[in-house]
Nanobody, 114 residues
């Protein structure tokens, strides 16, 4: 089993920044993909960004370069630096890991206010 624990969500004003972290524990393959999805109220869960253990990244087109994903393989931790936050970024952000199976964290709320 793999457990994912997110941290770093909160309330921020438009234009502000937040950094999310997700630490994976348990039996995870050294070759894996980790990342973030988000779900706004009444909407489906959508991709934000992913990163492979080799460092290859993939971002949602809508982000326009405002977010940066990174990871520390030694700590099995993935980060999401979110800059220039907009009202539309308000959502629950879920950590994702694909090892032998797909795993999800419980989510962390990000609220952007005007």
């Amino acid at each position: 089993q793999v457990q994912l624990v997110e941290s770093g969500g909160g309330l921020v004003q438009t234009g502000g920044s937040l950094r999310l972290s997700c630490a994976a524990s348990g039996r995870i393959r050294s070759s894996n993909v980790m990342g973030w999805y988000r779900q706004a109220p009444g909407k489906q869960r959508d991709l934000v960004a992913t990163i492979t253990s080799g460092g290859t990244t993939n971002y949602a087109d809508s982000l326009n370069g405002r977010f940066t994903i990174s990871r520390d393989n030694a700590k099995n931790t993935v980060y999401l630096q979110m800059n220039s936050l907009e009202l539309e970024d308000t959502a629950v952000y879920y950590c994702y890991a694909k090892s032998w199976y797909v795993y999800w964290g419980l989510g962390t709320q990000v609220t952007v206010s005007s």
